[in-house]
């Protein structure tokens, strides 16, 4: 059963609402509405029950002859949909603001939505580029927020951080009365109190009022949280503090690369990393950031997993899906379903649910610290995935709680844009989210020491604001890897000012994903279609060729350091599976062999490389669940995107490296020639160019033959034909590395990568 909670403003000018009627109808079922008079006109709150989920609801109203209906779009259930409707104006409106605005609205306000649409006059004259959030030093706590347009603002503190703590104190802030156009000193839009009083063990919303209504909500600087992250959670310096950790950068962070083409990034999750028994993880451990780096971990087979396993490897970075705080949902049980992350909530706050006692809000931090410093100790950098894209909801996000209306790109209907396609977008061009995140990511690495950040959809931001993050990185240490999603999404910013690869130019030292060179490697999924790649047998030599030189040719960049080369990634299928898919006739040798390809292409080409832990060793999300063990076709959709699939799933399954030795072993010596040579990283173009030289990529004919003439004179030979491939002068060749199992050493033969030392 659903049972929608609905609010509707309805607004005549004439003030008239006793000469009208108000009917909700849905399936047939028509039920007369009762309201009370508000400031806007009539209110009407109710909930709307239905024995099955719906996407909106019609309101109508009857003024003598005439209706008017109105379909109104329900939000994500159960959360609360709040609409305004006037009387002349089609539009329904889904914030106050517009319709405040509307000319339809008796006492008009033509500038209320201003904060949206005209978002530089609203920032010039607000905007403040001070501390904010919590901060506790002897006994003190002093809080900040931002809320120009509230009128008046509490701090509710609750007696501990559990989820449902009673009150113990409510106090009443002060609005800052220092009007400068330097931002920094501008406090007329920020509130502030210091609180002396102990608060350690405490937790605290903001009550925030505005001229109609008032909103309880968590700071938006929260940096750690109650155990469903819907509190704030105020915690001592010391309570933060690991035996061990420091925080290093510039020349003192030696497991930061100053050659960033040099990095080979391995990509996890946290649970998945090691929730499955085959981890060799204490059970009590698995799923958890200390569980992610335990030492002396084995499978069934006495085999290095999980953290000993990467170092064996020899990736030099590990790339974490997101551990920032994200909405939760619950089962039966009352336990967090499982969930990749990407539907933050509390973008400074470590997830509550990775933590060995999610009950203390300390803990998660501490954890956390002690596994990046694990990290560090094995010379290994840790980069996190950051989704400053959207929220999970705006309805209790606090952004929209504390400044209703500004930190997302808006309809002029007061809906949400939507060019992530998850039901809304964050505003990076607007002075306070770019401020938000700016800060944001100086937090993470100076209290944490993170290395690096992934973006998350990262066309949806803008370019000033990516090359401001830049610019703030820089200023702590250049070293600091920055990378992300850029595809063209979204409408709300003009083509140029989108943070996407085609204006990679306009971005210097931020990476993209480089699709071009992964969908020619392996083809990929397409619209619900499955699309070969070179691997098998599609005509995607020439698009190669150019990546080999460090894909100048397929995009805009400026640097190699620009260009994040990969095969496999958490989204659609692994590559095992695509290739199980294309090649369904094929046994799991030949298979293994394709995969093997594939990811020594993917670490031989110029630029940064990228990898799915597992996918050395073909993982696997092609979980059979038919009645007769086969793959159904909701298999098949989940193992492409098993964001919210359970553990069997996506968790690794770490015996299939018993199985996999020999290619594991392969890739091994592939991530050596990347990270410990300069063959294959040359920091810029014009070092590629000197050096490397393809000589066989012709179209359809399944090899690329390649050399490198530098510290290392190199042959590089990828072959997708399956046919053996002789050299004519084999005595000058020395193999150094090569997944070709045929015992003439002359003859590449299968499908095959292999690397040869010109003598």
Known sequence: ?????????????????????????????????????????????????????????????????????YAIRFNHYPLLTEVWILEGDDRIYYSENPA???????????????????SASFDHHWGYQGELGCRVEDNQAHFALWAPTATEVQIVVYESAANDAPVWKTFVMERGNSYSYNHKDNTIGVWSLDVEEDLTGKAYQYQVQFPHHQTLTRDPYTIATSPDGKRSAILTHAEKQVE?????????ATWRLANPCKAVICEMHIRDLTKSPTSGVDEHLRGTFLGAAQTGTVNQ????????????????????????????????????????????????????????????????????????????????????????????????????????????????????????????????????????????????????????????????????????IRQSLDEIDPNIILYGEGWDMGTGLAPYDKAKKDNAYQMPNIGFFNDNQRDAVKGGEVYGAIKSGFISGAATEPILAKAILGSRELGTYTHPNQVLNYVEAHDNYNLHDLLATLHPDQSSEQIMRKVETATAMNLLMQGMAFMEIGQEFGRTKLVATGENGELTHDDRERAMNSYNAPDSVNQVNWDLINERQDSIEFIRQMIRLKTETSA????????????????????????????????????????????????????????????????????????????????
């Open 301 to 468: 087979f006495g085999q290095s997993t999980a953290f000993d396993y990467i170092k064996k490897l020899g990736y030099n970075y590990v790339q974490l899906q997101p551990i920032a705080d994200r909405h939760k949902e619950y089962d039966a049980d009352g336990n967090v379903t499982y969930n990749w992350g990407y539907d933050p909530q509390n973008y400074n706050a470590p997830e509550t649910s990775l933590s060995t006692n999610p009950d203390d809000p300390a803990q998660v931090i501490r954890d956390l610290k002690t596994m990046v410093q694990a990290y560090h100790d094995a010379g290994i950098g840790v980069i996190m995935d950051v989704v400053y894209n959207h929220t999970f909801s705006v309805v209790d996000a606090p952004f929209q709680t504390t400044v209703p209306d500004y930190y997302y790109r808006m309809n002029p209907d007061g809906t949400f844009q939507n060019g992530t396609g998850v039901g809304n977008e964050t505003a990076s061009e607007h002075e306070m989210f770019r401020k938000y995140m700016i800060d944001s990511l100086l937090y993470w690495v100076q209290e944490y020491n993170i290395d690096g950040f992934r973006f998350d959809l990262m066309g949806i931001h803008d370019v000033k604001t990516m090359q401001m």
């Open 244 to 252: 061990n950790f420091e925080v290093k950068h510039g020349s003192e």
């Open 680 to 759: 294959f990283s040359y920091p810029t173009y014009d070092d590629i160019y000197h050096h490397v030289f393809v000589h066989s990529a012709h179209e359809h004919s399944g090899w690329i033959v390649y050399e490198i003439q530098g510290d290392d004179h190199l042959l590089v030979v990828f072959n997708a034909k399956g046919e053996p491939f002789q050299f004519e002068n084999p005595g000058n060749l020395e193999l150094l590395v090569t997944n070709s199992h045929l015992s003439d050493k002359d003859t590449v033969g299968g499908v095959s990568a292999s690397v040869f030392k010109v003598l």
């Open 1 to 69: 059963m659903f049972n929608y909670p609905m609010r509707i403003h309805y607004h005549r000018k004439n003030g008239e609402y006793d000469t009208c009627s108000f009917v909700k109808s849905q399936d047939q079922r028509i039920d007369l509405l009762t309201y009370k008079e508000d400031y806007f006109g009539a209110l009407f709150s109710f909930e709307h029950p239905s024995a099955h989920a719906l996407e909106s609801l019609n309101f109508v109203v009857h003024t003598g002859q005439t209706s008017k209906e």
């Open 100 to 118: 405040i605005a509307s000319p339809f609205y008796k006492n008009q306000n033509p500038f209320a939505f201003d904060k949206a649409i005209n």
